[in-house]
């Protein structure tokens, strides 16, 4: 007697791996998206921190940029007084939109949060302090960002922030 089709062993046993693989794949696939997320967070700020360096250099004004835990705002020291008191004076022009700018991984409580001075040669203050945020289980490539006072860099934190 002929045979033409699948055996219902056959089909449960493709359907069980096929079940095994897309359940493997879907975890590391939500591990890569939360790692890529913090990656991205981090070069968001990377880059609007060094935008307002150089539009400080430029434009040859001080800028401000002032971190919470959860947001972030850039400024222009439009009136020119040097000096940003909090709350922001009125004389001060916002940079960024929209402001302030969320931050879906907040700034880690250890880290520092308050506001860094780019002045008119670019000069970063203070210097030598390390943005770090909080990535829960996540393991990204790379997660903080260290301030030197010429340099603005990104780095992946394992007690310090390394430089990549």
């Known amino acids: 007697m002929k045979e033409d089709g699948v055996t219902l ?17 879907g975890f590391t696939f939500q591990r890569w998206m939360g790692g890529y997320k913090i990656e991205s967070q981090v070069k968001e700020l990377h ?3 060094m935008n307002a360096r150089a539009r400080a250099m ?6 401000f940029v002032v971190a919470n835990a959860g947001d972030y705002q850039v400024y222009e020291d439009t009136d020119e ?16 939109r929209p402001d302030p700018k969320p931050l879906t991984y907040p700034v880690e409580s250890t880290s520092w949060t308050g ?5 008119t040669r670019g000069l970063v203050s203070p210097n030598n302090t390390t943005i770090r945020f909080a990535i829960g289980s996540n393991t990204p490539d790379y997660d903080c960002l260290v301030l030197s006072a010429t340099r603005i860099n990104i780095g992946k934190w394992d ?4 430089i990549k």
Do not use: K, Y
């Not at 449960?12 to 096929?18: E, H, M, R, T």
């Not at 430029?58 to 800028?63: L, V």
């Open 47 to 49: 880059v609007d921190l």
């Open 81 to 96: 007084d040097g000096a940003i008191p909090l709350p922001i004076d009125a004389g001060d022009t916002r940079i960024l």
């Open 115 to 119: 506001t860094i001075t780019m002045d």
């Open 159 to 162: 007690g310090t922030c390394n």
């Open 58 to 63: 430029q434009r040859n004004r001080i800028h």
């Open 9 to 25: 062993i056959e089909l449960i046993v493709v359907v069980s791996v096929i079940a095994v693989l897309v359940f493997a794949l």
